[in-house]
């Protein structure tokens, strides 16, 4: 087992933002952590990565504690990608990469932290860019330079915040093509906290769905139904299958409906538009 989360609790100023999250993630795993605004996915995410404690619970990390490991030691297991990077300074991309060997590094960088850097820009193909200064880079482009960085820490877990937010159509698949690959060659765990249901629906081949802090559903794709839907966010979708693959469709705000905040008894997949 890769990572596995036991009844965390976590809360701000005794505000309850997390509350029983249970849920386990294996080798290889894409998991998407799905849900509307405020439901508690970024706030674990950083609790994952250790930037955050819980309250109460536990964090199996290999089936390590995370309480008994360092920040270093974390580091070198996971790969955090936040939802937004300040960049004040110019630097450049091969240096922004660079500060992801800092796990390794115990006073200066070796000639192999630049190698792997080097490599793992020209697999990314980024390698074009090495020179350029980051703040001049497009979104989509600075956001595969940050998961260049991520992956440069050699973690087996890579954590993404939103890694398609802002980004247009073309840039979400590339970043989302990327991470999958990854995933596939270098048996990294990827877990992204993400908003579109179809790019879920797409690459992903597990979520967990979050709704005023606590799982209201988790497993395959199949627990992407019309019903959890309108449950989690009050609306009403069509979902369709075409050459193998679902999508969702929006119909409608249920404002009169109140929005559910009970796990979901039915975790039926819908094969065809209904």
């Known amino acids: ?35 509307p605004n405020g439901s508690g996915k970024t706030t674990l995410l950083r609790n994952i990565d250790g930037i955050l404690k819980p309250n109460k619970g536990s964090i199996l990390i290999e089936n390590v504690n995370q309480k008994q490991l360092t920040r270093k030691e974390i580091a070198r297991l996971i790969g955090y990608v936040p939802q937004r990077e300040a960049n004040i300074f110019p630097t450049t991309v091969f240096e922004t990469v660079l500060m992801g060997r800092k796990p390794h590094i115990n006073w200066t960088e070796t000639k192999e932290d630049r190698k792997i850097v080097a490599e793992t820009l020209e697999h990314l193909n980024l390698g074009a860019f090495a020179l350029r200064d980051i703040n001049q880079l497009s979104g989509g482009e600075r956001q595969k330079v940050y998961i260049a960085r991520a992956l440069v820490q050699q973690p087996k877990i890579l954590l993404l915040d939103e890694p398609t937010a802002n980004l247009d159509l073309r840039h979400q698949i590339e970043v989302l093509d990327m991470l999958l690959n990854t995933k596939n060659e270098r048996g990294v765990t990827v877990i992204i906290a993400i908003h579109d249901l179809n790019l879920a629906l797409k690459y992903c081949d597990k979520v967990i769905i979050l709704n005023k802090g606590e799982v209201f559903a988790k497993g395959g794709k199949e627990v992407i139904n019309k019903e959890i839907i309108q449950n989690v966010y009050g609306v009403k979708v069509r979902i369709i299958e075409h050459e193998g693959q679902k999508f969702i469709i929006p119909i409608k705000n249920l404002e009169n409906t109140k929005i559910s905040s009970t796990k979901s008894s039915t975790l039926k997949e819908d094969k065809k538009e209904i």
């Open 1 to 35: 087992m890769m990572l596995k989360i036991d009844e965390l609790y976590f809360s701000y100023n005794s505000v309850s933002i997390l509350k029983k999250i249970t849920f386990e993630v294996n080798y290889g795993d894409f998991l998407g952590i799905i849900g």
